[in-house]
């Protein structure tokens, strides 16, 4: 019993962290683009445009790498909780 809801739960929490990590990856590649596009475009914007266009690139990557960790954190919680029986 405990190890069915286990591998239900390990399922259902890493596929949603999978679609996640997806399509942040994704949304990751348009936001490169446009960046790119960005900086070829305006040259001659005011350096606090640039900064906020840079500072938002930077963080995104942060963002992915913690729907990752928080992802690895749910599986090895569920784990944790169905070891010591706490589930039922």
Known sequence: MVAGLE???I???LGAVFI???FACVLY????TQVFHYFRRYPLDKLVYKLTVSVDLTMH???IDDLK???YDSV???RAAASHNWLR
């Open 7 to 9: 591998r239900s739960l």
């Open 11 to 13: 399922n259902h929490t």
């Open 20 to 22: 996640g990590f997806a």
């Open 29 to 32: 590649g348009i936001l490169i």
């Open 61 to 63: 990557p942060v963002c």
């Open 69 to 71: 960790s928080g992802g």
């Open 76 to 78: 090895r919680t569920i």
